[in-house]
């Protein structure tokens, strides 16, 4: 239940974004966001709101533990679009998160995979990755590196 405190806090970002993810682009955008996350039910969900103040938008997680399943659902809404996408659902182990979830991507049908990883107390990876031929490939189109504020 406890698995993102490490999360909790400020945090500035590195973020390589793919310009045209599953067209084989392999041209990426780098920019900057500042992340704040904080615990919600004493660490059993959690909040985090990033700010992409090079790109005019921000982004807000929610993080849900399901007690009797032992792992985590997280959704993400952007002001871009003002609403809730579906969650991608998983747990950690081994110091690693994985989490997956059915969404689309440009009216493609896709399978969403997030990876936290490389966790310490003053840094952390996520990356986001589509899969269009069922999770037999994926092709990675976010990553962000975090740094403690």
């Not at 399901?66 to 809404?77: C, G, K, P, Q």
Request: net charge negative; glycine share 10%; hydrophobic share 40%.
């Amino acid at each position: 239940m406890n698995d993102f405190d490490f999360l909790f806090g400020a945090w500035t970002v590195t973020n390589r974004r793919l310009v045209r993810p599953l067209t084989g682009s392999t041209e990426w955008d780098e920019f900057p966001a500042t992340s704040v996350a904080r615990p919600v039910f004493g660490g059993a969900a959690n909040v985090d709101e990033i700010t992409f103040p090079t790109k005019g938008f921000s982004g807000f997680t929610l993080r849900l533990f399901d007690v009797e399943r032992e792992e985590w659902s997280l959704y993400w809404a952007s002001s871009r679009t003002g609403t809730l996408f579906p969650p991608v659902v998983g747990r950690f182990a081994g110091g690693r998160g994985e989490f997956y979830g059915d969404d689309a991507h440009e009216g493609t049908p896709v399978r969403a995979r997030f990876i936290w990883s490389e966790i310490t107390p003053a840094s952390a990876r996520w990356e986001q990755a589509f899969s269009v031929d069922g999770e037999k490939t994926w092709e990675t189109n976010w990553i962000m590196e975090l740094a403690r504020a």
